[in-house]
C-alpha cells in the first residue's frame, strides 16, 4: 500500500464521517452524550478497565449507528423507501442501535455510579 492510497482511503473515511455527523440527528445526539461521558472520565477517578470498558461502549454506539446510516441507505437504492422490506430492514437496524444504546447507558450506570454517589455524599455532608 502506498502512502498515497493510505490518504486517499483516510480522506474517504473522514467524509463518512462527515456525512454522517451533518446528516444525522441521532449521530450528532451520541456524539454529544458521548462527549459529557468524556468529560466524566476525566474527572472521576476510574481505573483503566473501566475507561477503556466506557471508551469501548462509546465508540460501540458510534459504529453501531454509523452502520445503520449505511445500511439505510444502501436499502434505499434497493428499493423504494416505502417498500415493506425497506421498512423492516430499517426497524431492525434501528432496534439493534437501540439495543447497543441502551447496554452503554447500563454499562455507564454501573461504572459511573459508585463515583457519583461517593462524590454526592462529599458534597452534601
Request: net charge positive; proline share 2%; glycine share 4%.
Amino acid at each position: 500500500m502506498s502512502f498515497r492510497q493510505l490518504k486517499k482511503s483516510i480522506k474517504s473515511a473522514v467524509s463518512g464521517l462527515i456525512y454522517v455527523f451533518k446528516n444525522e440527528q441521532n449521530f450528532r445526539i451520541q456524539v454529544a452524550v458521548a462527549i459529557f461521558v468524556v468529560i466524566g472520565l476525566l474527572a472521576l477517578p476510574l481505573n483503566k478497565v473501566e475507561i477503556l470498558i466506557i471508551l469501548s461502549i462509546i465508540f460501540a454506539v458510534l459504529v453501531m449507528e454509523i452502520l445503520n446510516t449505511a445500511i439505510e441507505k444502501f436499502a434505499d437504492l434497493l428499493k423504494p423507501r416505502l417498500h415493506f422490506y425497506v421498512k423492516s430492514v430499517k426497524d431492525i437496524m434501528a432496534g439493534a442501535t437501540l439495543l447497543v444504546s441502551l447496554c452503554a447507558m447500563l454499562i455507564g450506570l454501573i461504572v459511573f455510579l459508585p463515583y457519583l454517589v461517593v462524590l454526592f455524599k462529599k458534597v452534601l455532608f
